[in-house]
């Protein structure tokens, strides 16, 4: 991962009925504020976010914008 785990704090594990790994969410307040949140998925891929994207993120899916 291309993000440091010593410094990362886990906030949630996304796992569905049939998943076969489980996305997960970490933060991070040492990193560039543009950086501070990370979205693994079970591929070993990331994104990288900053907080308020993410809290743009969560309002829209709170909002119904990402019902898919």
């Known amino acids: ?4 785990m010593g410094k990362s704090k886990l906030v949630m594990t996304l796992c569905g009925d049939k998943c076969k790994g489980c996305p997960q969410i ?3 307040d040492a990193a560039d504020t543009a950086k501070q ?5 079970d591929f070993g891929n990331t994104a990288t976010m900053s907080k308020d994207q ?3 993120l969560v309002q ?3 909002d119904g ?3 898919i």
Do not use: P, Q
């Open 1 to 4: 991962r291309g993000f440091d």
């Open 65 to 67: 914008k990402l019902d």
């Open 54 to 56: 993410f809290r743009v």
């Open 26 to 28: 970490f933060v991070n």
């Open 60 to 62: 829209g899916s709170k």
């Open 37 to 41: 949140v990370v979205i693994t998925d």
